[in-house]
């Protein structure tokens, strides 16, 4: 799956003006693009400073259901990376851990995420929210606290939203937790990167989403991870290119 993507993202960039959605099918259908303000990765990327993104997140960042660790979102997204600005030194740091919520990635930050001192952090964080029934004003909070510590470190911050899977779906809490994210982008400060609306897009151009799904009902699988990782990998490549 890490050659498929790559291959994805080879195509969206170089393929002309209006021939995205051609040149991505069938691996991965491509969407609207999802803008993305990324100036401290773009300023790194100009002084040829190595590039340190985090990953932060629960079992949709560890890569749960997948074949491997290798096919999860952050080290796809890697290998995209690494292939695109192929003059950069480039490290994305899967610190997901199934299971957890906003308080505890938020606990662990310091340690997972600070010490390494990232450009970039994308932390998915939701899903186990909406699962639970969890408050989404609480929630909010719990997620706000997160943001304004990255912020005080001076990094470029990615919020992701939850996938759309039946278990998911199911919850009640799904669209406020989500939308209690979108509330609380704010770009260049806060940026959302958002998977309900990528895999609307990809309902909307005629592909069913079960392929992308695992049988749990839950998580991604496979071919889910690699075009997420291409849909990011091709929005962080036009921020920083920019």
């Excluded at 932060?56 to 690494?82: C, F, H, K, N, V």
């Excluded at 003059?87 to 995420?113: F, P, Y």
């Amino acid at each position: 799956m890490r050659l498929l993507a790559i291959s994805v993202l080879c195509a969206l960039l170089t393929a002309a003006p209006g021939a995205g959605a051609a040149a991505a099918a069938p691996a991965c259908l491509a969407a609207p693009g999802q803008a993305l303000a990324l100036p401290h990765l773009k300023a790194a990327l100009a002084a040829q400073s190595p590039l340190v993104i985090v990953a932060l997140g629960s079992s949709s960042t560890a890569g749960a259901m997948a074949s491997d660790r290798a096919d999860s979102y952050p080290a796809e997204l890697q290998d995209l990376l690494i292939h695109a600005l192929p003059a950069a030194e480039i490290s994305v740091l899967n610190r997901g851990i199934n299971g957890q919520d906003a308080a505890r990635e938020d606990g662990r930050m310091g340690r997972d995420v600070l010490a390494v001192r990232p450009q970039l952090v994308i932390w998915q964080v939701g899903a186990n929210a909406a699962a639970r029934g969890e408050d989404p004003a609480r929630f909010r909070a719990l997620v706000a606290r997160g943001l304004a510590r990255l912020e005080r470190a001076g990094v470029d911050i990615v919020l992701m939203d939850n996938q759309r899977s039946r278990r998911l779906l199911a919850s009640p809490d799904n669209a406020r937790i989500n939308a209690a994210l979108a509330a609380l982008a704010d770009p260049p400060r806060v940026n959302l990167f958002s998977r309900d609306r990528l895999m609307r897009a990809w309902e909307a151009g005629g592909q069913a989403l079960a392929p992308f799904l695992a049988a749990d009902g839950l998580h991604m699988s496979d071919r889910g991870y690699a075009c997420l990782a291409a849909a990011l990998a091709r929005a962080i490549t036009t921020a920083v290119r920019g």
